[in-house]
């Protein structure tokens, strides 16, 4: 007879690595605490006398709740207003910056590449590129044939290759520094310093689900455009006292929260390569800026 408790203690023990595989087939905070939930639930009813690995278990468990989320929700993908952007992830304190696979892969950059694979893709890619999980292992949690899997491993490995060549692996404290200097520029109002950080064919990205006002345009190019814009925000910024602007930890890596009064208004990433700023993302979707009210802890491991 199991302990009354020895479910929940398990489940605990391996809850950041549950959540980070979540988090990183759902690119949602929010729904990944719900398919824990669910998860745990399902986990209650298990006859812990019939488990052998509990952590290739509750994997196997997680892994086939995110994915029943990640097709349910394509047709809602569909009729979202404007880009989709994954839901930014402030870390606990003790963040994943040492672990250099795991930065990587929360990255805002591998989030969105990660939304362009299909859900079995997205699944099998972060199983076995980031957790390092067998074929077989994955074959049981995704309901494909080992074969099936490797084939979809390479397929994804190559997409994803294929879209994250061009950037190093993340440098937290070189995005840290790029960040301050970014802050320096636009707070002063330094146009030629703030240029002078933007790759020239830097994307801006904002997310706002049509929820709230954004730019008119969504999606800008060019460092000519871009630079202009994020400078009459900051001027906006400092011409009201009620406004402040905050660096924080966001997916193991420098990112800026912006505030009126104690409301967060917007979250503002960067993706930096070398010393220069290549794609920016602003989510403003008050939904998703929701999920920044609870640090998470993340892991790769036990």
Known sequence: MNAPDEHTER????????FTIVY????????????????????????????????????RLVTRQALNVLRARASRREEYVGPWLPEPLLLADGDASSDVVLTEAVSMGMLVV??????????????REVFGFDYD?????????????????????????????RYAP?????????????????TTGNMEDLLSLLAPDITWTTDSGGKVTALRELVLVGA?????ILMAVFRYARERPEVRIETVNCNSQ????????????????????????VNGYGIRNPDKLAALEIPRAISRTE
């Open 11 to 18: 489940f605990v023990h391996l809850r950041p690595l549950l």
């Open 24 to 59: 990183e087939i759902l690119g949602s905070a929010t729904e990944s605490d719900d398919v824990l939930q669910d998860s745990y639930l399902r986990w209650r009813q298990v006859d812990l006398a019939t488990v052998r690995d509990t952590k290739s278990y509750l994997a």
């Open 114 to 127: 990660l939304e362009t694979l299909t859900p079995t893709e997205r699944a099998v890619f972060v199983l």
């Open 137 to 165: 292992e994955i074959a049981s949690a995704t309901g494909k044939s080992v074969d099936a899997v490797y084939q979809t491993a390479r397929r994804a490995r190559n997409h994803v290759q294929a879209r994250r060549k």
């Open 170 to 186: 993340v440098d937290t404290a070189r995005t840290a520094a790029v960040t301050e200097r970014f802050m320096t520029a636009a």
């Open 224 to 228: 000519e455009r871009v630079g202009p």
């Open 254 to 277: 420098p990112a800026l929260a912006c505030f009126i009064g104690d409301k967060l208004e917007a979250v503002l990433v960067f993706e930096i390569d070398g010393d220069k700023i």
